[in-house]
């Protein structure tokens, strides 16, 4: 078979399995490694130092994979349901919608496998190397060079026929296949994304900062979320669709009818008191197969509570008391923060009980100022 019929059994491969649009990138040293470098010099990666690290692998992939010659690039859709949360059964706190169903890791991994292996047989003694978001590549680069989509001022890609709600894959092959040509930006003089994040996290177009995106904070921190930037989070507990969901390109999406990204049955148990309750067995034997797993159980329990307290959910509040003796140093802080923000003896009792046991100085320092700061009426 010549390439160019290889490339399009491939496309049409790809979508029987399910990887939606499929491009074709030449595997060549980076546009953007100076604005990755002065990215990084501004911190805005945050604690995510394998950015750094993998640095010169990512702008030059050839340096890790000398055999690569082509990427073939997937943009899968998931929209799960238009609207908001009320397709999130019994679910009060917000999840972002990539997260609803399976982890989508485990499900692009499997597909772009059959993929990769598709190609070996038509193509012997080719090599491989298949990443979905973990793999030391620009992925959005190299998606917008394979004219799956272009780059959005909110740093998404957006499909190549309008839609961001699309998950990236990419196949490294040491085969050399004709590339298909990039999409030109039609964001245009929009600037609705950078005008709708609820914590200034893009401060210039097709500039994120990570340490300001609920995105980063809630999944991707694994330390206490910063206090000036707790009430920015809102009421997501996991990620956050906010820039997604303003973009006048998504307006039409219509909801993928892809059994792996609907809304799984650990949706149901999932509202906020649920979530502050969570223990580790729980947590595990709940979220297995999502990425729910990703921020560990001290992760989404630190995120319900500041959710808890940013969304004034009393019940969820209250269940806080009993967190303030969780294993967990950030638990126990964000649990602090949480009744602090709440009013009432009862709590200020729990509180001050709390500091007398309290070894943890994070936490002590979390108490005191949750004992200085209190306000608000009373509820519990
Ligand atoms: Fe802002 Fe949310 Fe988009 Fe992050 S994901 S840039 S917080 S709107
Ligand atoms: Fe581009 Fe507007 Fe969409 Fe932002 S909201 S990505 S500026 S089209």
């Known amino acids: 078979m010549d390439r160019p019929a290889l490339v399009r059994r491939l496309k049409e491969r790809g979508a029987e399995l399910g990887l939606g649009a499929v491009g074709i ?43 690569a010659r082509s990427a073939v690039v997937s943009a899968t859709s ?37 993929l990769a292996r598709f190609i070996e047989e038509e193509a012997p003694g080719t090599r491989t190397r298949v990443y979905v978001d973990t793999g030391p590549v620009l992925e959005r ?18 499909g190549a026929r309008g839609n961001s709600w699309t998950l990236l894959g990419q196949i490294l092959t040491s085969l050399e296949l004709p590339p298909d040509a990039p999409v030109t930006d039609r964001c245009g003089t929009c600037t609705a994304c950078i005008d709708a994040c609820p914590t200034g996290a893009i401060p210039a177009p097709y500039v994120l900062d990570s340490t300001r995106c609920i995105s980063y904070l809630t999944i991707e921190l694994k330390d206490a979320i910063p206090r000036d930037k707790r ?28 059994s792996a990204f609907q809304a799984g049955s650990h949706l149901q ?34 995120n319900a509570l500041v959710a808890a307290a940013n969304s004034r959910n009393d019940e969820a509040i209250e269940e806080a008391i009993p967190r303030l003796s969780d294993p967990e140093p950030i638990v126990r ?48």
């Open 141 to 158: 680069e190299l998606a917008a060079r394979a004219g799956v989509g272009w780059f959005g001022k909110n740093t998404n890609l957006i």
């Open 333 to 380: 802080g964000a649990a602090a923060w949480a009744l602090g923000t709440a009013g009432g003896g009862r709590i200020r009792r729990a509180l001050e009980g709390a500091r007398a046991t309290e070894t943890d100085a994070a936490t002590r320092l979390e108490i005191d100022l949750a004992l200085e700061d209190r306000g608000g009426t009373v509820r519990v």
């Open 231 to 258: 009430e920015g989070v809102g009421d997501w507990v996991f990620g956050c669709d906010v820039c997604q969901e303003v973009c006048p390109w998504n307006r039409r999406e219509e909801p993928t009818g892809d």
């Open 269 to 302: 148990e999932s509202d906020l008191p649920a979530l502050v309750r969570l223990d580790e067995t729980a947590f595990r034997a709940r979220y297995a197969g999502t990425a729910l797993l990703r921020p560990r159980r001290r992760g989404l329990v630190r």
């Open 25 to 67: 990138a030449p595997i060549a040293p980076s546009d953007h490694e100076t604005f990755l470098k002065d990215w990084l010099a501004r911190g805005h990666a945050g604690s995510m130092d394998w950015m750094a690290r993998t640095f010169q692998d990512r702008v030059d992939p050839n340096r890790r994979f000398a055999w």
């Open 78 to 114: 998931y929209l799960p349901y238009r609207g908001e949360r009320a397709a999130q059964p019994g679910l009060v706190a917000h999840i972002a919608r990539y997260a609803v169903g399976r982890d989508y890791h485990d499900v692009l991994l499997g597909r772009l496998g059959a």
